[in-house]
């Protein structure tokens, strides 16, 4: 079956830094993944959808300069916050769409918090 | 736009009952509808894909049925057990887009 993996599973980083969260497809090209935030008890909230080679779609409200989708292959994207605050603090998960294919398979997630 | 109801939004049963989860969307013209469970802390975990010309897809004891006329799709947990305890999503995918359209989700509790 279709498996994405997703690292790291939870971080701890100071103000002022950034940090890298990367999602991997491992058995199946994926032309589009898509990033979410999800806080306690909500549903997700869609970010962006990076295709792979192009830039990626920011929903609005969402600050592209702060969070930075790299999509360079077809089984790699990868999130970057950057200069990330306390309020960045959240769920943040991954998923992908298999190329040709239906469905969607999420990654387990990353807990990031900042301190 | 497409819009994704699921009622009801907790459920709290002893186990072994028979469960329906519902989730209805505002437009028919969808791709398909995935159907996910979320435990806490974790990602989300799909369990059944109904494309649109289909009418229902099984899996163990969960069923899942699609009436796109009526924009509606129900969940089915047959047995319910502790250990179904999660966060179900419903997830359609409109036809013309590949984003998806996600519900709010249906909290469940399964007590021994």
């Known amino acids: 079956g279709a498996v994405v993996s997703q690292h790291p599973s939870r971080v701890i980083c100071k103000s002022g830094t950034s940090v890298k969260i990367e999602c991997r497809s491992l058995?199946?090209?994926?032309?589009?993944m898509f990033w979410y935030r999800q806080f306690p008890k909500q549903s997700l909230m869609l970010m962006a959808t990076?295709?792979?080679?192009?830039?990626?779609?920011?929903e609005q409200g969402v600050e592209k300069d702060k969070f930075l989708i790299n999509h360079a292959s077809l089984t790699l994207s990868t999130l970057t916050v950057t200069s990330a605050h306390p309020e960045d603090s959240s769920f943040y998960i991954c998923?992908?769409?298999?190329?040709?294919?239906?469905?969607?398979?999420f990654g387990s997630g990353t807990r990031l918090t900042v301190v | 736009k497409q819009e994704v109801t699921q009622i009801p939004a907790a459920l709290s049963v002893p186990e072994g009952e028979n469960l329906v989860l519902n989730c209805s969307f505002t437009?028919?013209?969808?791709?398909?509808l995935q159907w996910f469970r979320q435990d806490p802390g974790k990602g989300l975990t799909s369990l059944l894909l109904?494309?649109?010309?289909?009418r229902e897809q099984t899996s163990g004891r969960l069923n899942a049925s699609l009436d796109k006329s009526s924009g509606r799709s129900t969940l089915y947990i047959a047995a319910s057990q502790p250990g179904d305890s999660a966060t179900y999503l419903c997830?359609?995918?409109?036809?013309?887009?590949?984003?998806?359209?996600f519900g709010r989700g249906t909290s469940l509790i399964v007590h021994p």
């Open positions: 109904i494309q649109s010309s289909q």
């Open positions: 058995d199946f090209q994926a032309t589009t």
């Open positions: 990076s295709n792979e080679g192009s830039k990626a779609t920011y």
């Open positions: 437009d028919s013209a969808i791709y398909n």
């Open positions: 998923s992908a769409l298999r190329q040709g294919g239906d469905g969607y398979t």
């Open positions: 997830a359609v995918r409109s036809g013309g887009s590949y984003i998806p359209t």
